[in-house]
């Protein structure tokens, strides 16, 4: 089991510069999200999915897209990056239901310039 | 005012002693607790789930007091390795099941 996989590690893109983080999981985990970690914020839920073809909007969408076509995969799209868009992002799983097992990727840092 | 609220430290504690840090919540409905730990450039990994009655694991203690709303974290004979942030998550069941995590304790073990 590779457990939640994300690339790249780390990325830096001009300011207005599209994207896709990617996220997958070998779990067959129905819920999947994306974080981003800021310092003194915390993490910060920006989307969700409780299943393939279902998604919805966290605490800060803007500027972010999802799709969930697979149980497996859950990417992120940066639409027109911004300098506010820098960040550690995180993609997480786990089954409906069992809050406990949480699983994180190791991250992606992403700068903006 | 943030859903879940830390002290984000550092705590700077010597080998051995014991440490304990709270975690406040706001909304009343939160019905689940959990505490995550995060080493540096690392993602956050489950440490323990918090229960009504309590939850000791080692030298790991959670506990919740939903009448003042908080939980807390106690570590007993701290060891260099629990160097690490500490984030608190909570949840209001309501369908979605969304994580609330707090900004974290920084907690540095001093031998």
């Known amino acids: 089991n590779a457990g939640v996989t994300q690339t790249p590690k780390f990325q830096v893109l001009k300011t207005g510069q599209s994207m896709t983080l990617q996220c997958a999981q070998d779990m067959n985990h129905e819920y999947m999200s994306w974080y981003r970690q800021d310092p003194g914020m915390g993490l910060r839920l920006i989307h969700y999915?409780?299943?393939?073809?279902?998604?919805d909007q966290g605490e800060v969408p803007n500027g972010y897209n999802v799709s969930r076509s697979t149980t497996e995969d859950f990417p992120l799209r940066l639409l027109s990056a911004a300098p506010s868009q820098t960040s550690v992002y995180f993609c997480?799983?786990?089954?409906?239901?069992?809050?406990?097992?949480?699983?994180f990727g190791p991250g992606t840092r992403l700068t903006v310039t | 005012r943030k859903e879940v609220e830390q002290d984000p430290g550092p705590f700077n504690v010597p080998e051995g002693a014991t440490v304990a840090f709270n975690c406040t919540y706001s909304n009343s409905a939160s019905q689940s607790f959990f505490w995550y730990r995060q080493d540096c450039r690392k993602e956050p990994k489950l440490l323990m789930s918090v229960y009504s009655s309590g939850n000791e694991d080692g030298r790991f203690t959670a506990q919740l007091n939903r009448a003042s709303q908080y939980i807390s974290l106690l570590i007993r004979d701290s060891k260099l390795s629990d160097s690490a942030t500490y984030l608190c998550?909570?949840?209001?069941?309501?369908?979605?099941?969304?994580?609330?995590f707090g900004t974290g304790t920084r907690l540095t073990i001093i031998p």
């Open positions: 997480a799983s786990r089954r409906a239901g069992v809050l406990e097992e949480q699983y």
């Open positions: 998550v909570a949840i209001a069941n309501f369908g979605n099941e969304k994580l609330t």
């Open positions: 999915s409780v299943g393939a073809g279902i998604t």
